[in-house]
């Protein structure tokens, strides 16, 4: 790239700054990924359109953590602010006004140094895997923390015996008779057996049934999954006869068909798939 083709990007470009980012991080934007020096702060020359940022913490150690994204549409000449939070470790946005936003542009060639230049290289590449990804795509699709994570997030409910609701009236009951029949078999003088064998069956309808039972409940985090459009209830038209459920469920040209209808347009639907 020629000297007046880097002035003309670094001036029509967007801007992505990145504050108190650590030594070590990992960075990437689209197609590239990076471990950040102590120098870096942020990326320049950010050509117009869908862009998708990750990052990962790294230890000590140099073991790196889950990785993290965002999704944004930059447009010309726009400048976006994120600053690194060293106890969540996470990017959280810096509001920007428009006076704080024209001095960072107009201080432009003194940060360029600090600033790493997009790929070029794998522009092309990239927007052939994007090309049909819109703003309001992204807006409708994106969790609602606005935060794309490697690995699913998950909230744990409060632990609650699978059985002991639906078996806890049985085993007192059946505690109950067992004790009955230990008295008319003259077996009521080891009172403490007796008492021992009550307890034991009464809590017999807490206490885990298999290792399963053991684990704990637990269902995604709400806001961090993505709102992808949903399948229909059924792969079949309408009183459809035995034979064409059979066809629709080989060829699922209908529920192709029937997605794209309720989007209202067939580029939505190719966006989710680039997205997913």
């Known amino acids: 790239m020629d000297q007046d083709t880097a002035k003309l990007l670094l001036a029509e470009g967007g801007i992505l700054l990145i504050e108190d980012a650590p030594q070590g991080l990992e960075f990437g934007i689209d197609c590239h990924a990076w471990r950040v020096g102590p120098r870096f702060q942020g990326v320049k020359m950010i050509p117009p359109g869908f862009h998708f940022v990750f ?3 790294v230890n000590k150690e140099g073991q790196a953590a889950p990785r993290m994204g965002f999704c944004h549409v930059f447009s010309r000449q726009e400048v976006v602010v994120k600053r690194w939070n060293m ?7 810096v509001v920007l006004d428009e006076d704080k936003r024209q001095r960072i542009r107009a201080d432009l060639q003194n940060l360029d140094r600090f600033l ?4 070029f290289e794998d522009l092309r590449k990239w927007t052939s895997l994007t090309c049909h990804i819109t703003g309001k795509l992204i807006e409708r699709v994106e969790p609602v ?3 794309v994570c490697s690995v699913m997030q998950f909230e744990t409910a409060p632990f609650v015996s699978k059985h002991s609701t639906q078996d806890k009236a049985g085993d007192a009951a059946a505690g109950r008779l067992e004790t009955q029949a230990c008295a008319e078999n003259g077996q009521t003088d080891s009172t403490g057996d007796a008492a021992v064998a009550t307890v034991d069956t009464q809590n017999a309808g807490t206490m885990p049934r298999s290792e399963e039972d053991l684990l704990p409940e637990m269902t995604p985090l709400a806001d961090s999954v993505p709102r ?6 059924h792969n079949f038209p ?3 006869s035995a034979a064409e459920i059979s066809r629709h469920s080989m060829d699922r040209s209908y529920t192709l068909d029937t997605m794209a209808e309720a989007l209202h347009a067939e ?10």
């Open 145 to 147: 923390n606005k935060r």
């Open 55 to 57: 990052y990962s913490a």
């Open 116 to 119: 790493g230049a997009y790929p």
């Open 228 to 233: 992808f459009s949903k399948f229909p209830e």
């Open 87 to 93: 106890v969540e470790e996470d990017l959280v946005d």
């Open 238 to 240: 309408p009183g459809s």
């Open 267 to 276: 580029e939505s639907l190719l966006g989710e798939l680039q997205l997913a």
